[in-house]
């Protein structure tokens, strides 16, 4: 997971892709870059590992000149999250000139590395994903150019080129030197990408893409509607917008993890709203705690911030039990889940996280997470809890089991670092230090997700329930991701 915007405007649009970036600062925090155009064609680029507060100076940005740009926060999946050669956006300078961010992952890399030397005569110089996918457009980019400028028809026969050799998941923006910014979704819909705009006094439109629509809402930019799967948008150099189906069979199949953890709250996806699915999720999981827990077991309901907030207010409200806040955290300190290595996770926890004994003392309590991953933070929280004072503690997830690696661009690459990999529940509960230990049902995240939108049938539950929708997925690539992720 990473988060990427792009905008054309009027003037220059780097302050407010810096301000964009802030807000999707949770969504990878190992490094950022923003890279403008102007409309000469010349790039400007800056990259830095990071935060995006720690990777800019006030000469950087007055340096990011010109009325296109994109940006990007990353959160490593493929490559080396210390290495600031591989942050993004990537650049080639053929045909034209090409700066390319991207969300997600590709599960075809070993075919398109091998392609890319072998036929295509290019060089890759990182190990990252984003290389190869900027490669494979400008490989298709020149392949469909015929006369002496650039036409929205050409970009689209190019990106229908893309989904062709590109398996995975990718939503990208890349600017074209000289022409405009043009942005694509897989045919899966994994990764999400939502389009705005903004009308101006004379009657002008300015433009965004991006991750999500909180953007577009500080930026007081208009929704105008998700980029569906397999589309390509395309806006010129004055401001028009086209688009163009270049998928053959196209499937919206977003990722639902977006909903469980990934995304902000305040956020619509897909035209499902994050906050209320997780409502939905507490629900749900109401239900099966009263199914499986003792009765007398729960004597307070408490999140484990923030993410799982909405839910475990819910819990708290159908099962009838006190709701309190017996955690308190560290906005300082980045999100656990996305740091890379366990020596790091474990370490943050309790600089993230502090337990009030005043609110744990001889209680037994109910912890309710949005999901279980590693495993790692889930324990120190269960015995930050027991030194608090806590009599039990009864531990939810929100989400299921997470049984099955996550290859659509969620750093879950290997089962061996899944907790609930080959393990019952009871002996989960056990790993982690917990009396009693609940799961979200599959089917129940499923529906309370979908239940927010007629329009999406399905979802991406790959790491619950191990169906890789893109069917292109084999055990062979599974046990390849595995070995690489451990050599």
């Not at 403008?36 to 720690?54: D, I, L, N």
């Not at 390319?100 to 890759?124: A, C, I, P, Q």
């Not at 270049?246 to 619509?268: H, N």
């Not at 120190?380 to 608090?388: G, L, P, S, Y």
Request: charged share 25%; with cysteine.
């Amino acid at each position: 997971m990473c988060g990427i915007v792009g905008m054309v405007g009027r003037g220059s649009v780097n302050q407010e892709i810096y301000d964009s970036l802030l807000l999707l600062q949770h969504r990878g925090q190992d490094s950022t870059g923003i890279a403008t155009a102007e409309p000469s064609g010349v790039f400007h680029v800056h990259k830095a590992k990071g935060q995006v507060r720690e990777g800019f100076r006030t000469r950087d940005m007055r340096a990011l000149l010109g009325n296109l740009g994109l940006g990007h926060v990353r959160y490593a999946t493929k490559g080396t999250a210390s290495s600031e050669e591989e942050a993004q956006p990537f650049y080639v300078n053929a045909p034209y000139g090409i700066v390319l961010v991207h969300n997600g992952n590709l599960t075809n890399t070993r075919e398109l590395t091998e392609e890319l030397f072998r036929k295509d005569r290019r060089h890759l110089n990182t190990s990252s994903d984003t290389e190869l996918l900027v490669n494979v457009l400008a490989n298709e980019l020149q392949t469909v150019i015929s006369g002496p400028d650039l036409d929205p028809e050409q970009v689209f026969q190019a990106v229908t080129r893309v989904h062709e050799r590109a398996e995975g998941s990718y939503a990208a923006i890349a600017l074209i030197a000289g022409y405009g910014l043009l942005a694509f979704r897989d045919p899966f819909g994994i990764r999400p990408l939502i389009l705005g705009t903004r009308r101006n006094a004379d009657g002008s439109y300015e433009w965004v893409v991006t991750s999500e629509s909180l953007v577009l809402e500080n930026g007081e930019f208009e929704v105008v509607r998700d980029v569906e799967p397999g589309e390509a948008v395309f806006i010129d150099l004055e401001g028009n917008l086209h688009t163009r189906q270049c998928a053959t069979d196209p499937k919206l199949v977003p990722c639902s993890f977006e909903y469980v953890y990934l995304a902000r709250p305040d956020s619509i996806m897909n035209g499902i709203s994050v906050y209320e699915a997780r409502l939905r999720m507490g629900e749900r999981l109401a239900d099966t705690i009263a199914k499986y827990t003792p009765p007398g077991v729960i004597d307070v309901v408490m999140p484990i911030p923030d993410s799982a907030r909405p839910a475990a207010m819910q819990v708290a409200r159908k099962l009838g039990i006190e709701y309190r806040e017996g955690f308190y955290k560290n906005r300082y300190v980045g999100r656990t889940f996305i740091m890379p290595g366990q020596a790091v996770r474990k370490k943050s926890v309790r600089q993230k996280l502090n337990a009030m004994s005043s609110e744990f003392k001889g209680k037994n309590v109910l912890l309710i997470d949005d999901s279980i991953v590693r495993g790692t933070t889930s324990k120190e929280i269960i015995q930050m809890a027991r030194d608090a004072g806590a009599a039990t503690v009864t531990f939810a997830s929100a989400a299921p089991p997470v049984r099955y690696p996550h290859v659509y661009g969620i750093n879950m690459p290997s089962r061996h670092e899944l907790v609930a990999h080959g393990r019952t529940i009871p002996e989960i509960a056990e790993e982690l230090g917990a009396d009693y230990m609940v799961y979200q049902e599959v089917e129940d995240l499923k529906a309370a997700i979908l239940e927010g939108s007629p329009d999406v049938e399905d979802l991406d539950m790959s790491c619950f329930d191990g169906r890789y929708i893109t069917g292109t997925v084999s055990d062979e690539y599974l046990a390849w991701v595995e070995g690489s992720q451990e050599s």
